[in-house]
């Protein structure tokens, strides 16, 4: 039976996605720890219902270089099989222990077209969202709106306050607006031409 609930797509540009403080947390904790242990990456990958809720789902990294990260085809598919219903598998998720949120050279060069990329920053305590998309004979990364949803926090007295955001970068993208990143040259931004 084909599933006919409504799909969140990749290629609208008016997507955004929502990652709940809950998940940014548990994402931030584990990458945090093993930044500490050994400087290794945390992976998975993640899926989205219809309104853009973001839930993920922690893999083994088979990677034993620090900085690295790599994941098992068959876990993955052993994994991508306990996804709700309802939700979409959206991409692959991992942390950079020392640098910026931002794809390199290598995560763009072995991304699928299909599938974004959730890369988490230890250093800088935020997470980006980004596409890869061919842009002529070059991969490109194109960064995609990504929210952190606030928790409420019950303070002694019994109100609800809620807890501040963490420090996120959010990009609008619009025609025109969005940022590029080579696979040649990650510290070169491109804007988009229209």
Known sequence: MKDLSPRVRLDATNTSFLLPYREWRRLYRRAYNAQQLNHSEVCGFFSADSNGHISLEFLTNRSDRPGHFELSSEELTRARRNVDVSARLIGIFHSHPLSEAVPGPADIKNSSYKLASLICDVCGRCARLWRIERKGRRKVATELRLEIQRSWRIT???????????????????????????????????????
């Open 156 to 194: 002694k007295d019994g109100r609800r306050n809620r807890l501040p955001p963490p420090r996120l970068s959010i990009v609008r993208v619009l025609a025109g607006d969005a940022e590029h990143f080579h696979a040649d040259s990650s510290l070169s931004v491109h804007t988009r031409e229209s």
